[in-house]
Nanobody, 121 residues
Framework: QVQLVESGGGLVQPGQSLRLSCTAL????????MMWFRQAPGKEREQVAR?????????????NSPDSVVGRFSISRDNAKNTVYLQMNNLKPEDTAVYYC?????????WGQGTQVTVSS
């Protein structure tokens, strides 16, 4: 079955950077929209970035999206590697959350298991 395998989370200090990776297994990756969501304790899951199969990018901007990531987060994909990336710069304590990879296409939704990002001094 389809699997989304995330990696790259961890503990960093404010102002530092992290790059998350998500590799899709058994998915026609190039034709799927890929997204990153995050969920902090006690809060709803929220979208932070999206990249379509054609490369169209949205950072924040969607309903309930955290506009505070605009200018700090970026998303990219490597279709040859079936991998989507989330580059996070100038991290803040409020970015602390579990980050989830999400694939969407043809009426199908898939989620990764999540990777913890903790920003703390």
């Amino acid at each position: 079955q389809v699997q989304l395998v995330e990696s790259g989370g961890g503990l960093v200090q404010p102002g530092q950077s992290l790059r998350l990776s998500c590799t899709a297994l058994r998915l026609p990756f190039a034709t799927y929209d890929m997204m990153w969501f995050r969920q902090a304790p006690g809060k709803e899951r929220e979208q932070v970035a999206r990249i379509s199969g054609t490369g169209e990018i949205t950072i924040g901007g969607a309903t309930n999206s955290p506009d505070s990531v605009v200018g700090r987060f970026s998303i990219s994909r490597d279709n040859a590697k079936n991998t989507v990336y989330l580059q996070m710069n100038n991290l803040k304590p409020e970015d602390t959350a579990v980050y989830y990879c999400h694939a969407r296409g043809y009426g199908n939704w898939y989620w990764g298991q999540g990777t913890q990002v903790t920003v703390s001094s």
